[in-house]
């Protein structure tokens, strides 16, 4: 690991605010500010105070092209954008600017001048998924709305570890179809030429996404069949389908490697 691939040196963080003064690399982060309010503005809401949005995406991507300073300035400016666009009738709650920002840094941290695997796309997503979304969103909403933070609390754990498998297949996937690109583009220095593929589920990890997805999908089923509601089960069968798919697929690799 190179000194400024280390964001516990000095070296890397020199190299994040640097990012700041490329005129290029500004361009650039306007232009992921604008993708990030445009997809900001579609949510789907299941509560008042839970409902599932797709920034996500733009915000990891960003954060691995130009760092996690640059990321949180980005997050900070999208976030004021969304409110003004989208959610002027209401007060303004600088909470989830600052739970946009961290999740800028987080993704910073994890991706900027790192080689991009699964792994890393999957602590980052947890890591937002819980103390982020979860911790502090719990925070927020009893901040802004009149019951108790534990109601929140596992209002939102259950949204949150119900999609986390759903959403790291599909950052991952994202992903996968970006880093050539951007890699040839010289975007990503540290993804190698001859590193430059899909990332892909390979089949050692096959059965261990979809037990991940049948333990979800039960847990799922348990709130679903408590709170009954209908969102929750749909979400929950989706889970249980996809993780017999990737049992399933795993079952056939194997097979056909056997042979």
């Known amino acids: 690991m190179t000194e400024c691939s280390n964001f516990l ?24 500010c604008a993708l990030s309010v445009v997809v900001g503005g579609i949510t789907i809401n299941i509560t008042v105070s839970v409902q599932i949005h797709f920034t996500f995406f733009i915000v990891a991507l960003g954060a691995a092209i130009y760092g996690p300073v640059c990321g ?21 709650f600088p909470g989830y600017m600052i739970s946009e920002m961290l999740v800028a840094l987080l993704f910073g941290l994890l991706l900027y001048r790192q080689k991009i695997t699964l792994s890393r796309l999957f602590i980052g997503k947890a890591l937002m998924n819980f103390p982020i979304n979860v911790g502090l969103g719990s925070l927020w909403s009893w901040m802004l709305y009149d019951k108790a933070y534990l109601y929140y609390f596992w209002e939102k754990m259950i949204k949150n570890t119900l999609l986390l498998p759903l959403e790291v297949m599909a950052l991952a996937a994202f992903f996968g179809l970006m880093i050539p690109i951007l890699a040839r583009m010289r975007l990503l220095p540290a993804q190698e030429e001859r590193e430059l593929r899909r990332l892909r589920f390979g089949s050692s990890a096959l059965p261990t996404l979809g037990m991940t997805s049948l333990v979800v999908a039960l847990i799922g089923c348990y709130y679903a069949w408590v709170m009954a509601t209908l969102a929750l089960w749909i979400l929950a069968g989706f889970l249980l389908a996809a993780g017999i798919a990737l049992l399933i697929a795993a079952a056939i690799i194997n097979k056909k490697r056997t042979e």
């Open 72 to 92: 949180m300035v980005v997050a900070a400016v999208a976030d004021l954008l969304n409110y003004i666009l989208f959610l002027s009738a209401y007060p303004y």
């Open 9 to 32: 040196t000095s070296a890397y963080w020199k190299a994040a605010c640097a990012e700041l003064k490329k005129p290029s690399r500004l361009a650039l982060a306007a232009l992921f």
